[in-house]
C-alpha cells in the first residue's frame, strides 16, 4: 500500500483547493495533465485545451507500485522537475460547479493516495495562444521526498523498467507509447528529449521479439 503520510498530505492539500475553488463566485477550475491524465482523466469535464506550461520538465523519475506497477517490479511514470528553461506539454481540462469536487475527490485517491503525488498551481499557456493571458491550472507533481520516487536513471535502464511492468491500469510500456504519441500527433516540431530517447530505447528493445513473432508466423 502507498504510505500513509501521502495519503494525509494530499488529503490537506484537496481539501485546501476544494474550499477555494468551491464558492459561489468562483466556480470554475482548470486541472493540468502531462501524463494518463492526457488521455484517461476519468473524470466529467466541461472542455479540454492542449497547451504547455513553464519553468517545468517532464522526467520518468516516479516510481509506480500500482498503476503501472506492483510492490515487487515498481514502474516508472512522469513527474515535473522545476527547469527554468523548460515547457512541459499537455491537456487542461476545464470543471465547473458539482465537476470541481467530484473531479478533485476522485484525482486524490488516483493521484495522490495511490500515486504519491501533490497539488501545486502553475500557469497554463494553450496552444496557438501563447501570447494571451495565462490560465491558472492545478497541476499534480510527485517530489523526491516521495518514498515512491526513483530519481533519474540511463534512457535505457528506465526503458527496460518499463518493459518489463505492468499494473492495475495496464502495462508500463502503454502508458510510454500514448504520451510519445500525444507528443508526435499534437505537438509536432516540439522536442522532448528525454522522453523520446526512453521511447526509442523501449522500441529496440521490443524489435527481437518482433522478429521472433514474425519467424514463428512463417
Known amino acids: ?10 488529503r490537506g492539500e484537496a481539501s485546501s483547493f476544494l474550499q477555494s475553488h468551491h464558492t459561489p463566485h468562483d466556480r470554475v477550475l482548470w486541472i493540468f495533465g502531462y501524463g494518463s491524465l492526457i488521455w484517461k482523466p476519468d473524470f466529467e469535464f466541461t472542455s479540454r485545451k492542449i497547451g504547455f506550461i513553464r519553468g517545468y520538465s517532464r522526467r520518468f523519475w516516479h516510481g509506480d507500485s500500482y498503476h503501472r506497477g506492483n510492490q515487487e517490479t515498481p514502474g516508472r511514470v512522469v513527474t515535473l522537475l522545476e527547469d527554468a528553461d523548460a515547457n512541459t506539454w499537455g491537456v487542461a481540462y476545464e470543471v465547473r460547479d458539482d465537476q470541481i469536487r467530484t473531479s478533485l475527490e476522485y484525482l486524490n485517491i488516483r493521484e495522490s493516495v495511490l500515486g504519491g503525488y501533490m497539488c501545486k498551481t502553475v500557469e497554463f499557456f494553450p496552444q496557438g495562444l501563447e501570447s494571451c ?15 515512491l520516487y ?3 536513471a540511463k534512457a535505457d535502464d528506465i526503458a527496460k523498467q518499463i518493459v518489463g511492468c505492468s499494473g492495475h491500469s495496464g502495462h508500463n510500456l502503454e502508458y510510454l507509447l500514448r504520451l510519445s504519441q500525444f507528443m508526435h500527433a499534437t505537438c509536432p516540431g516540439v522536442e522532448d528529449e528525454h522522453l523520446f530517447s526512453i521511447e526509442a530505447a523501449a522500441l529496440t528493445l521490443l524489435l527481437p521479439l518482433a522478429d521472433g513473432q514474425g519467424d514463428r508466423q512463417e
Do not use: R
Open 1 to 10: 500500500m502507498p504510505p500513509q503520510v501521502t495519503e494525509h498530505l494530499e
Open 150 to 152: 526513483l530519481g533519474p
Open 133 to 147: 493571458a495565462s490560465i491558472l491550472a492545478l497541476v499534480y507533481i510527485a517530489t523526491p521526498q516521495n518514498p
